[in-house]
Nanobody, 120 residues
Framework: QVQLVESGGGLVQAGGSLRLSCAAS????????MAWYRQAPGKQRELVAA???????NYADSVKGRFTISRVNALNTVYLQMDRLQPEDTAVYYC??????????????WGKGTLVTVSS
C-alpha cells in the first residue's frame, strides 16, 4: 500500500556532497516520522537521521554537523543533504516512515535503498 522510493545515491570523493531524496506514496498518516538508515558492508543497519512531521530532528553522532535531514510534508518527501562525506559513510541508505494509526497500531515502511560510495 505504501511505497518509499529513494534516489540520489552515487559515487563521490571524500569531502564531497550528495543529496538523497525519498518520495513516499500511498496512504500515509500526516503525523509521522521519516528517517534515513544506512547499512555498510558487513555491518548492522543504523539510524542516520530522523525527522517528524513537525520538524523535530535526530542525528547519529557520526553525521551530526555534516548531514541535514529535511522534509516537505505536502509531498511526503524527505531529503538527506550529505556534506563532507567520508569513506566511512559508504553504505546503502534506506528511507523509513513510521506512524501510529488513529485506531490501529504502528505502521513501519522501508524503501529499497540507494547506494552511496565515498572514495578516498
Amino acid at each position: 500500500q505504501v511505497q518509499l522510493v529513494e534516489s540520489g545515491g552515487g559515487l563521490v570523493q571524500a569531502g564531497g556532497s550528495l543529496r538523497l531524496s525519498c518520495a513516499a506514496s500511498g496512504s500515509i498518516f500526516s503525523s509521522n516520522t521519516m528517517a534515513w538508515y544506512r547499512q555498510a558492508p558487513g555491518k548492522q543497519r543504523e539510524l542516520v537521521a530522523a525527522i517528524t512531521s513537525l520538524g523535530s530532528t535526530n542525528y547519529a553522532d557520526s553525521v551530526k554537523g555534516r548531514f541535514t535531514i529535511s522534509r516537505v510534508n505536502a509531498l511526503n518527501t524527505v531529503y538527506l543533504q550529505m556534506d563532507r562525506l567520508q569513506p566511512e559513510d559508504t553504505a546503502v541508505y534506506y528511507c523509513n516512515a513510521k506512524w501510529k494509526e488513529p485506531l490501529g497500531g504502528l505502521m513501519d515502511y522501508w524503501g529499497k535503498g540507494t547506494l552511496v560510495t565515498v572514495s578516498s
